[in-house]
């Protein structure tokens, strides 16, 4: 039968699917739309397929958090390049991504995955994302997720266009512009500054014996303490610990934006004390798009001549 240029319109519209795709797709089932979107869903998942081993490094951090501050997500979604990562018909199916995992009861990416995906439940969430990467042409991965919820306060930030995102939950009983301005500070904080800890109560002992062990065979081996006896290696060595814990401990961290040199618990102290509530910092969480991934560097005029090849 003969297919409108309506018709392939319609189905593009639908499915998001390349005009000659949808004209295929009508001409192989007689022009019936539900049986041409099941096919180029059969068809996305093959090309889906194919574009799997291509490694995905590239892509955004996005977080939601509820308009009452007590619930929050935040996922990493990647791509293969950096140029699809800035795409708005990426960004919108990550800020989806991004819902979903708010209220999700997914413990994993794989359970994640599995379940149906909210805005379509014909499908699930591991069918969108095959969908998607058929239709952008480009490898994607749901790499990772986390949610809070919160008896106390909590806000997100985002840096660079979704490079890096971050959510900050307080332990709070107050509310308000000023609470919510130092939150976020905290959370350009941790963007700027990646700590592994918020405090050092967070630290384990294991973690500081490991590390002072190091610093002492450090202190041996230099000439300068040749003759310097154990104990004051030791005594030396811990100064060398503390410093480095106030690098890696949030709330010892010096406040990047204080024009004196107070730490960050020092500034939320002193902004709890200035509203009079209780404020202090629970939990952070901080991802940066890629750190980990192995990044594919490739001649781009390569590829583009290998892809007119055919090959």
Request: with cysteine; glycine share 6%.
């Given at each position: 039968?003969?297919?409108?240029?309506?018709?392939?319109?319609?189905?593009?519209?639908?499915?998001?699917?390349?005009?000659?795709?949808?004209?295929?797709?009508?001409?192989?089932?007689?022009?019936?739309?539900?049986?041409?979107?099941e096919w180029l869903r059969e068809k996305g998942l093959a090309t889906a397929q194919k574009k799997a081993g291509r490694i995905a490094a590239?892509?955004?951090?996005?977080?939601?958090?509820?308009?009452?501050?007590?619930?929050?997500?935040?996922?990493?979604?990647?791509?293969?390049?950096?140029?699809?990562?800035?795409?708005?018909?990426?960004?919108?199916?990550?800020?989806?991504?991004?819902?979903?995992?708010?209220?999700?009861?997914?413990k994993d990416v794989e359970a994640f995955k599995a379940e149906p995906w909210a805005l379509d439940t014909s499908m699930t969430v591991a069918d969108k994302l095959a969908a998607m990467i058929a239709k952008i042409g480009e490898n994607m991965n749901i790499r990772r997720f986390e949610k809070i919820e919160s008896d106390g306060l909590i806000v997100s930030y985002i840096h660079a266009g979704g490079k890096i995102g971050v959510l900050v939950e307080a332990d709070t009983d107050g509310s308000g512009a000023e609470i919510e301005e130092c939150l976020k500070n905290v959370a350009m904080q941790v963007a700027a500054m990646n700590p592994k800890y918020v405090s050092t109560d967070e630290v384990s002992e294991e973690y500081k014996q490991?590390?002072?062990?190091?610093?002492?065979?450090?202190?041996?081996?230099?000439?300068?303490?040749?003759?310097?006896?154990?104990?004051?290696?030791?005594?030396?060595?811990?100064?060398?610990?503390?410093?480095?814990?106030?690098?890696?401990?949030?709330?010892?961290?010096?406040?990047?934006?204080?024009?004196?040199?107070?730490?960050?618990?020092?500034y939320v102290a002193s902004v709890a004390k200035a509203c009079g509530c209780?404020?202090?910092?629970?939990?952070?969480?901080?991802?940066?798009?890629?750190?980990?991934?192995?990044?594919?560097?490739?001649?781009?005029?390569?590829?583009?001549?290998?892809?007119?090849?055919?090959?």
């Open positions: 039968m003969a297919i409108s240029a309506a018709q392939v319109k319609e189905l593009r519209e639908m499915s998001g699917a390349g005009m000659m795709d949808c004209k295929k797709a009508l001409t192989e089932t007689d022009g019936d739309f539900d049986k041409a979107v590239e892509g955004i951090v996005a977080t939601t958090v509820s308009a009452d501050g007590k619930s929050a997500a935040i996922v990493e979604v990647n791509a293969e390049t950096d140029f699809v990562a800035k795409n708005d018909v990426f960004r919108d199916y990550v800020a989806e991504v991004c819902a979903q995992c708010q209220t999700t009861t997914a490991h590390e002072l062990e190091i610093l002492i065979a450090q202190a041996k081996n230099d000439p300068k303490n040749e003759k310097k006896p154990d104990n004051i290696i030791e005594k030396m060595v811990q100064g060398r610990l503390n410093k480095e814990l106030k690098e890696v401990c949030l709330l010892e961290q010096e406040y990047v934006k204080a024009e004196n040199k107070e730490t960050v618990a020092a209780k404020l202090a910092i629970k939990k952070v969480v901080r991802f940066e798009t890629g750190e980990g991934l192995e990044k594919k560097n490739e001649d781009f005029a390569a590829e583009v001549a290998k892809q007119m090849s055919g090959n």
